[in-house]
């Protein structure tokens, strides 16, 4: 019997995914639980695998395509089998073609006059939390959009594809009510990454890289970060002995409790308890008020192939060191796997980015917002330190600590960090 493989359900708030890449074709084999294509969302990457064993009969949405959840995307059953065989209706295309925009009638006088006199109408379909972002961010009128999705709804694909038409035929602008920005040295314009880019003729004739989902996810977010909080960053030096220590130690009894003990589960181990004492480092700003954070979720950033990700340990105050240590093994390995979920990326409070691993000495690491602010850890190594008047060699490194300057001021973002270096260099 045919079976259908459709988008599954990425995570709470995921509506849709991007096929990223098909790991079998038509016609190939294909057993229970392996993985069958690579979905990709705004934040993750991650395989899905063949709930049934069988032959890829059809292949109904191809790389590169955002589609929703509960899409039919392949058809799975046995050799010669036709797709239609269990009775179900034909699967459907999951993108419908876009109809052609129709193309502008009213001359610009009249466009603008009906900008300045009919507010634009809320727009009341359903939309996933990912376009009602870049639509909010910039200023779309979803009314205006043919959506191509299921049932008719916008996609990341339509909005983006508005975006990329609205720069090639500028629309007239409508007044705001708010003042405009004066640019000044102290509050700079920063030009949004979808703003167009003259480039020179030399650059012109060079070539364009195509953005993936989770690169323009990236490009997005950073922006986002550093136009919303003010960002400072104060540096510490850390010296490792007792950790160093203590790690030679207990690195092979921790192996035989199957976690490989690395400097990082001190860190976060460390991290977590100066967020306990200081718990404005846990928060999040909100015109309310700041909210202060209960849980203690370290998101751990980490590169990959495709970009950068942000993995996350839910309840780390709740762990010991052991435990630390095997959540980030398992993090690690399933994010170099493509086999994180969205939830696992998904509630952090407080991020850590352990630039040191590929030989950074000092770094100035942006927000992960809504975050207060993000931890960044240089490349530990034997430095000449003088202790007592003495001459020592220790094994050291440069701490960062990039923070919102609207939740935490200098004194109390150096006291945060004095607490984390006195538990490092305090251990026991």
């Not at 104060?234 to 130690?249: K, L």
Request: charged share 20%; glycine share 8%.
């Amino acid at each position: 019997m045919a079976i259908q493989v459709v988008m599954p359900e990425m995570g709470e708030g995921v509506v849709e995914g991007t096929i990223s890449r098909w790991l079998k074709q038509v016609g190939e084999q294909v057993d229970q639980y392996e993985p069958l294509l690579e979905i990709e969302t705004d934040k993750v990457t991650t395989e899905a695998t063949a709930e049934e064993a069988g032959t890829v009969l059809e292949i109904l949405v191809p790389e590169g395509e955002t589609v929703d959840v509960g899409t039919v995307l392949a058809v799975i059953g046995q050799p010669g089998e036709s797709p239609q065989k269990n009775g179900k209706a034909p699967a459907q295309e999951t993108t419908a073609k876009a109809e052609p925009a129709p193309p502008p009638t009213a001359p610009k006088a009249q466009a603008t006059a009906v900008a300045h006199h009919q507010p634009t109408e809320r727009y009341t379909g359903r939309i996933s939390p990912v376009v009602g972002r870049i639509a909010a961010e910039h200023e779309v009128d979803l009314n205006q959009i043919h959506g191509t999705g299921r049932d008719g709804r916008i996609t990341k694909t339509d909005i983006l594809a508005h975006l990329d038409q609205r720069q090639t035929n500028p629309q007239p602008l409508t007044p705001s009510p708010v003042h405009p920005i004066t640019p000044s040295p102290l509050h700079p314009v920063t030009r949004s990454p979808r703003h167009p880019v003259t480039l020179s003729p030399e650059l012109a004739t060079g070539e364009v890289v195509p953005l993936t989902p989770m690169r323009r996810a990236i490009a997005e977010h950073m922006v986002r970060s550093v136009q919303t909080s003010p960002h400072v960053t104060t540096v510490f030096e850390f010296d490792f002995t007792a950790v160093a220590h203590h790690r030679t130690a207990h690195k092979d009894q921790f192996a035989r409790d199957g976690a490989n003990l690395t400097f990082t589960a001190y860190i976060v181990a460390a991290t977590v308890a100066a967020l306990k004492q200081h718990p404005m480092a846990n928060s999040t700003w909100t015109d309310e008020g700041i909210a202060l954070k209960r849980q203690i979720n370290i998101g751990m950033a980490a590169a990959i192939d495709d970009g950068l990700i942000v993995p996350v340990i839910k309840g780390a105050d709740g762990m010991n060191l052991l435990g630390l240590a095997r959540t980030i093994n398992d993090l690690t390995e399933r994010a170099r796997r493509k086999q994180l979920q969205p939830g696992d990326v998904q509630g952090g409070t407080f991020s850590i980015t352990n630039h040191g691993t590929s030989g950074s000495l000092f770094a100035t690491p942006i927000i992960n917002q809504p975050q207060c602010g993000i931890l960044g850890v240089g490349k530990i190594e034997k430095r000449v330190k003088v202790i007592n008047d003495a001459i020592a060699i220790r094994p050291l490194a440069y701490v960062s600590f990039t923070f919102d300057h609207r939740i935490l001021d200098g004194k109390t973002a150096d006291d945060f960090v004095s607490t984390i270096k006195q538990v490092i260099e305090n251990w026991q």
